[in-house]
């Protein structure tokens, strides 16, 4: 008996229509979220998914930033709540 076993790194795109302005650059735009997660699978049949982590990247100047996980599995859910800049972090800093 042998377990074919992989721990493989995903990543999933959420959608947000909701337009707003950059805060980079000042242009309305939109913002691709997504989420990437790390998931075990068992004969190619994903049993754990951990460590979740959300990102948020702008269509214009493409800064990402990371978003507040508490919003994140919100969106994740469908829930339609609002991305405040205080749920950005800023990972393009210079
Ligand atoms: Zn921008």
């Known amino acids: ?48 998914k951990w460590n979740r982590k959300y990102y948020v990247t702008t269509r214009c100047c493409k800064r990402t930033y990371a978003l507040d996980p508490e919003i994140g599995r919100k969106l994740a859910h469908g829930d339609p709540v609002p991305i405040l800049p205080q749920h950005l972090t800023d990972l393009d800093v210079y």
């Open 1 to 48: 008996m042998f377990f074919i076993m992989g721990i493989n790194t995903r990543r999933k795109e959420l959608t947000c229509e909701e337009p707003v302005v950059c805060a980079g650059c000042g242009q309305y735009t939109r913002y691709v979220i997504y989420m990437t997660y790390t998931v075990l699978s068992l004969f190619f049949i994903p049993v754990l």
